[in-house]
Nanobody, 120 residues
Framework: QVQLVESGGGLMHPGGSLRLSCAAS????????MGWYRQAPGNHPGNQRELVAVISRGGSTTYNDYVKGRFTISRDNVQNTVHLQMTALKPEDTAVYYC??????????WGRGTQVTVSS
């Protein structure tokens, strides 16, 4: 089996930066796309996990319009890691951030999430 473990979340003031990391481990053959999703606080209809950024094995990237120009996704195919550099953080970036990876052998898998809180 495989596992994804996120790290790097925490509390940051508006305008600050944080770097999230996610490491895949286990019986990895290869990983296709890797990405980050987030879910804002609040248990109400419509509050769904949304795409933040995704990166293909070849390095092509896609970003949510809300984070374009502020967040940068990168990956290391040897270390099986994906990172999210977040700058110019806003209070509305507050959410639990989840790592996702599409394993060639197992399909998509999720990490447990890491909390990011942006507040003064």
């Amino acid at each position: 089996q495989v596992q994804l473990v996120e790290s790097g979340g925490g509390l940051m003031h508006p305008g600050g930066s944080l770097r999230l990391s996610c490491a895949a481990s286990g019986n990895i053959v290869s990983i296709n796309s890797m990405g980050w999703y987030r879910q804002a606080p609040g248990n109400h209809p419509g509050n769904q996990r949304e795409l933040v950024a995704v990166i293909s094995r070849g390095g092509s990237t896609t970003y949510n319009d809300y984070v374009k120009g502020r967040f940068t996704i990168s990956r290391d195919n040897v270390q099986n890691t994906v990172h999210l550099q977040m700058t110019a953080l806003k209070p509305e970036d507050t959410a639990v951030y989840y790592c996702n990876a599409a394993f060639s052998m197992y399909g998509p898998r999720w990490g447990r999430g890491t909390q990011v809180t942006v507040s003064s």
